[in-house]
């Protein structure tokens, strides 16, 4: 799966989602529900480093297959939201 940069992609894309619905769905609600503030500052630097590693592989994903600019697009907009990088994996492997 690391061999290949569209499969680099896919792991760090599946990475970066489930840091994302964990800071979402579990870090956030210990935040200010329960006062426990270490849980956003733990996994939202974890969240931030997928982030960067999932758009330094869109953009080499991007350069070796000669992506056009709205799928550079749409793979960044697919890290913003909560379940996009899902979906935009579901789509990269349709196409393998």
């Known amino acids: 799966m690391f061999h290949t940069p569209i499969g680099r992609l896919r792991a760090v894309g599946y990475a970066e989602g489930i840091s994302f619905l964990v800071l979402l769905g579990i870090a956030m609600?210990?935040?200010?529900?329960?006062?426990?503030?270490?849980?956003?500052?733990?996994?939202g630097a974890l969240h931030g480093l997928f982030f960067v590693l999932y758009l330094i592989a869109v953009v080499h994903a991007a350069s070796v297959?000669?992506?056009?600019?709205?799928r550079v697009l749409g793979a960044f907009v697919a890290s913003l939201l909560p379940f996009g990088p899902f979906v935009f994996d579901t789509r990269l492997r349709r196409e393998q």
């Open 65 to 70: 297959h000669r992506w056009s600019f709205l």
């Open 29 to 43: 609600p210990l935040k200010y529900f329960f006062h426990y503030p270490l849980a956003v500052t733990i996994v």
